[in-house]
């Protein structure tokens, strides 16, 4: 099977669900080769796999990252210490990972196997065949049923609770917030800095069940001393001055909650020294990630109202002229909501369609009326960034927002046009 054709078979995996423990039964069970962390909630919970994970490995261990969804290909999806699996293993893991299903399921493999079971199972057994120390674990939709449920995890972060996925964990903030809380383990500690009442009702149950320990963070002591397009500084208790690379300052949290995470894991070598240079050294793609320079342009993968709530906040206090901002929003998401809280902000939008799960463009532009806000219609991404640029002045912003899979598109354009450029000179 070629590369190409294991991708397709992969993508079209959308049966009823595999028997995990049965599958990792037969692969050896790889998932207790190596301790683990999990990470659940809504927002932010990549930034948190990543931070964690760079504190590991400063503190000299072998740390798999295994995170969803893929920005440009699905190799992003499985790390470790910073490296993304190559094509050729990632092909080499899905045939060694569809034959054991096939072994085990035979001609109904089909009827079983879904797309994000599968890849679990093939980042674990690469994990294991890799001999990391730590794997650092985000959760798909949830974490009650998610595919990542068979990892037991010592410690769990649960980033926040906000309405998103409501076709699939509830249409409530309760609701939600019981899916995601079973990220702890039983016996476990579960690190979360969610305040809404009904969401902590439903942590503090399931802590309870599972007779785990709960770590609830209040926030409100934070303080932040920078944020540029350098960086940001903040103070946090007993630590001053803590210095992250990574934009926004909903990033802030995020590296409170892996600092927590990485001290309550009780592990010796991870010092205050390797808690420093992970929180300053941690790279997240399509957050608020700064491509380029005048203009500015910027890709932040806000794919909520909670999520682009936040990315206006961040973009206060960095320093611009005008605020161009290129936006697609993906089906199932709460299109008007989203364009309430980001689109008054802007000084002209370009709205697009990403190729995958994009909703209508002119449905969106046509939402935005209101607001009073310039709007012009350009597909695809490609032609919409090229159409930013040119009517960009030096000191203004390009933001690219409102669904990942956009982002990712124009994010691999973005990487192609610098390499073409490159390749004038």
């Known amino acids: 099977m070629t590369y190409e054709a294991m991708l397709q078979k992969l993508y079209n995996l959308k049966g009823i669900g595999l028997g995990l423990e049965r599958v990792l039964s037969a692969l050896g069970d790889p998932h207790k080769s190596f301790r683990a962390v999990r990470v659940a909630g809504t927002n932010g919970k990549g930034s948190v796999c990543a931070f964690l994970a760079q504190i590991l490995q400063e503190a000299g261990f072998r740390v798999g990252l295994f ?5 440009v290909h699905p190799e992003e999806r499985i790390r470790i210490n910073n490296r993304e699996i190559s094509r050729e293993e990632f092909h080499a893991q899905f045939m060694r990972i569809w034959g054991v299903i ?20 093939m980042a674990l057994d690469y994990f294991r065949a890799q001999k990391v120390d730590w794997a650092v674990i985000e959760c798909g939709v949830g974490a009650r049923t998610d595919a990542t449920r068979v990892v037991s995890a010592p410690v769990a972060v649960l980033t926040n609770v906000e309405l998103d996925h409501r076709e699939s964990l509830g249409e409530t903030i309760a609701q939600i917030a019981y899916h995601k809380a079973a990220v702890v383990a039983h016996n476990g500690v579960l690190i979360t800095a969610e305040t809404k009442p009904e969401a902590l009702a439903e942590i503090t149950r399931e802590c309870q069940l599972k007779n785990a320990r709960l770590m609830q963070f209040d926030l409100s002591g934070l303080k932040a001393h920078a944020n540029s ?17 990574l934009l926004g300052s909903y990033q ?20 205050e020294e390797a808690i420093w240079a992970g929180l300053a050294k941690a790279r997240w793609p399509g957050r608020m990630e700064l491509l380029g320079k005048k203009p500015y342009v ?36 709460d299109a008007e909501a989203m364009i309430r809280e980001i689109v008054p902000a ?39 960034l090229d ?20 982002v990712g598109e124009v994010r691999a354009h973005w990487k192609g046009r610098a390499h073409s450029d490159d390749n004038l000179h």
């Open 67 to 71: 995170t969803s969804p893929h920005l």
């Open 102 to 121: 096939e072994d085990l399921y035979d001609s109904a493999s089909e009827q079983h196997a879904r797309f994000f079971e599968v890849l679990t199972l």
């Open 229 to 245: 397009w350098e960086g940001q500084r903040f103070d946090w208790r007993d630590w001053h001055n803590i210095e992250i690379g």
């Open 252 to 271: 802030i949290p995020n590296a409170v909650l892996a600092l927590e995470a990485a001290r309550a894991l009780g592990e010796r070598a991870i010092t």
């Open 298 to 333: 910027m890709l932040d993968g806000a794919k909520n109202p909670a999520g682009v709530r936040a990315l206006r906040t961040a973009l206060a206090p960095l320093e611009y002229e005008r605020l161009i901002l290129i936006f697609g929003v993906s089906d199932r998401k």
């Open 346 to 384: 802007a000084d002209s939008v370009i709205v697009t369609r990403a190729a995958f799960r994009g909703v209508d463009p002119e449905s969106l532009r046509s939402l935005m009326r209101p607001y009073g806000v310039p709007c012009t219609v350009v597909t695809p991404p490609d032609r919409a």
């Open 387 to 406: 159409a930013a640029l040119a009517q960009a002045h030096t000191n203004d912003l390009i933001c690219v927002t409102g669904s990942l899979f956009l």
